[in-house]
């Protein structure tokens, strides 16, 4: 966790310092062709945050070598079968659950990670506010993450449903927790039915 923020932190300056040029940010600089583009710019900054990651990556490598031995976990191999979510994630994912069968619904899971609203009752009068973020704050994370790239590469009812309820600058953070918990109720019967993911824009996890 701390090298994947360290490493979304450097690409989060390189945006900043791209806008400050007045430049397109449409690079992406963890690529070869990237790195070469951000390196013509002969910008002493962008030269410093460039630096970093290639320590960095050579860091991840050598933790994703480790990673590998659990590469055939069955919970892990079925929670890779839904996009955009890798080994890493998926051993994030997994080992934050741990055994599904301590979630009786879905619901449950949700409760766990946080991402359910704060509920206050005055009288007859109940009102919703911000997500509770109580529970575990790893998983909270790395589903974000996920579902960030979720999103960008595929087609799915997340993606979908995400698309239809963020018009708007006022409803994107809604909608990301919404699609979030769409995400987590995927996990939650991929996992409990021990079945690959399958995209559909129809699906309605339960």
């Not at 630096?51 to 960095?56: E, G, K, L």
């Amino acid at each position: 966790m701390r090298i994947k923020r360290k490493m979304s932190s450097n690409k989060n300056r390189i945006k900043i310092e791209m806008k400050r040029l007045h430049l397109d940010y449409n690079v992406d600089p963890s690529t070869i062709d990237g790195k070469a583009f951000l390196s013509s710019l002969k910008s002493e900054r962008i030269d410093s945050y460039l630096r970093d990651p290639n320590a960095i990556e050579e860091e991840v490598r050598n933790i994703d070598r480790d990673l590998m031995k659990y590469q055939d976990i069955e919970e892990i191999k079925l929670l890779r079968t839904i996009p955009d979510i890798g080994l890493f994630s998926a051993l994030m994912i997994y080992s934050e659950i741990g055994d599904i069968r301590r979630f009786t619904s879905s619901s449950k899971l949700l409760s766990y990670a946080g991402t359910i609203p704060s509920v206050r009752q005055s009288s007859y009068i109940i009102k919703y506010g911000r997500i509770t973020r109580q529970g575990s704050k790893n998983i909270r994370w790395i589903i974000t993450e996920c579902l960030h790239m979720h999103l960008r590469f595929d087609p799915s009812s997340v993606s979908i449903f995400y698309r239809r309820i963020s018009r708007g600058k006022k409803r994107k953070g809604k909608a990301l927790i919404a699609a979030s918990n769409k995400l987590l109720k995927i996990i939650y019967w991929v996992l409990k039915e021990r079945r690959p993911y399958v995209s559909s824009s129809t699906d309605q996890p339960r």
